[in-house]
């Protein structure tokens, strides 16, 4: 099983990124994939996850109406479309897969699989 994230990069204050991530080696399409990142010096926090089946999604405050989840089931993928971004959400950005949810769970340790994190960076 494989996470595979890409779409990091440096950006100004107010513009956009979007983050892939392309998940291969298994069926994900009963998993939970999720987004966290992790700043320099603090805990790795959620950010959004989407249920692959059905679609649901679920927002941290402090990314909700900026960030969307999506994926695509034709090519594996989950993106996270990431828009009026600020300087505090510089972090390294991993995906995760969480194959045993039953609901939608912002915790890390919940997840079985990791990607190997993208680098964002948001100067002011």
């Known amino acids: 099983v494989q996470l595979q994230a890409s779409g990091g990069g440096l950006v100004q204050a107010g513009g956009s990124l979007r983050l892939s991530c392309a998940a291969s080696g298994r069926t994900f399409s009963r998993d939970v994939m999720g987004w966290f990142h992790q700043a320099p010096g603090k805990e790795r926090e959620f950010v959004t996850a989407?249920?692959?089946?059905?679609?649901?999604?679920d927002y941290a405050d402090s990314v909700r109406g900026r960030f969307t989840i999506s994926r695509d089931n034709a090519k594996n993928t989950v993106y996270l479309q990431m828009n009026s971004l600020k300087p505090e959400d510089t972090a390294v950005y991993y995906c995760a897969a969480d194959g045993n949810a039953v609901s939608m769970r912002r915790y890390p340790w919940f997840y079985d699989y990791w990607g190997q994190g993208t680098q964002v960076t948001v100067s002011s």
């Open positions: 989407i249920n692959w089946s059905s679609g649901r999604t």
